[in-house]
Antibody, heavy 120, light 105 residues
Framework: EVQLVESGGGLVQPGGSLRLSCAAS????????MHWVRQSPRTGLAWVAR????????KYADSVKGRFTISRDNAKNTLFLQMNSLRADDTAVYYC?????????????WGQGTLVTVSS | EIVLTQSPATLSLSPGERATLSCRAS??????LAWYQQKPGQAPRLLIY???KRAIGVPARFSGSGSGTDFTLTISSLEPEDFALYYC????????FGQGTRAEV
């Protein structure tokens, strides 16, 4: 069974940093593109970032480019999201998601999410 | 970026009835449109991808249609567990989601 378990969320002040992790199991992690997707009541669902199977290629939404970094450790089956210069509008539940092998940028498996709150 | 507009915002129906949900794109997304279901406290679940292809394990009562800018998700006969939020998502660059339609009893 595919499992994705996020951690690392919490309360952070504007301008601060957080590092999210996503532990993957139940599939061959280093075969799949992985993503971060966030959801807030204000802006709904929004794609954040994508990384290819060996970690050599990344893409970002314009709203986070230059502030967030997606990475992975295939030896530990773990996906990361380093978030710097956080702003109030980054407040959201952050999900890691596995890409479908039938359609790029479709998300076939999701974690339970971790809440990030940016507030003073 | 492409904006997806879903309608109606809320769909009030009874079990056994047919549900028709709409998603309109601000410009053509070809057939690169997916539908997700989300229940309270859960992550979204992929139902339909590439406009009309059912994801693994999705019941046959869910079907998708459309191309270009206009898409439809149909639930042929609502089961109690189908009352949830539904989102469309397009996968041209950059990928975007609609704002959701709530199917309620």
């Amino acid at each position: 069974e595919v499992q994705l378990v996020e951690s690392g969320g919490g309360l952070v002040q504007p301008g601060g940093s957080l590092r999210l992790s996503c532990a993957a199991s139940g599939f061959t992690f280093n075969n799949f593109w992985m993503h971060w997707v966030r959801q807030s009541p204000r802006t709904g669902l929004a794609w954040v970032a994508r990384i290819n199977p060996d970690g050599s290629d990344t893409k970002y939404a314009d709203s986070v480019k230059g502030r967030f970094t997606i990475s992975r450790d295939n030896a530990k089956n773990t996906l990361f999201l380093q978030m710097n210069s956080l702003r109030a509008d980054d407040t959201a539940v952050y999900y890691c998601a596995r890409e479908s092998n039938m359609a790029a940028y479709n998300f076939v498996s999701w974690g339970q999410g971790t809440l990030v709150t940016v507030s003073s | 970026e492409i904006v997806l507009t879903q309608s109606p915002a809320t769909l009030s129906l009874s079990p056994g009835e047919r549900a028709t949900l709409s998603c309109r794109a601000s410009e053509s997304v070809n057939f690169y449109l997916a539908w997700y279901q989300q229940k309270p406290g859960q992550a979204p679940r992929l139902l339909i991808y590439d406009a009309s292809k059912r994801a693994i394990g999705v019941p046959a009562r869910f079907s998708g249609s459309g191309s270009g800018t206009d898409f439809t998700l149909t639930i042929s006969s609502l089961e109690p567990e189908d009352f949830a939020l539904y989102y469309c998502q397009q996968r041209t660059w950059p990928p975007t989601f609609g704002q959701g339609t709530r199917a309620e009893v």
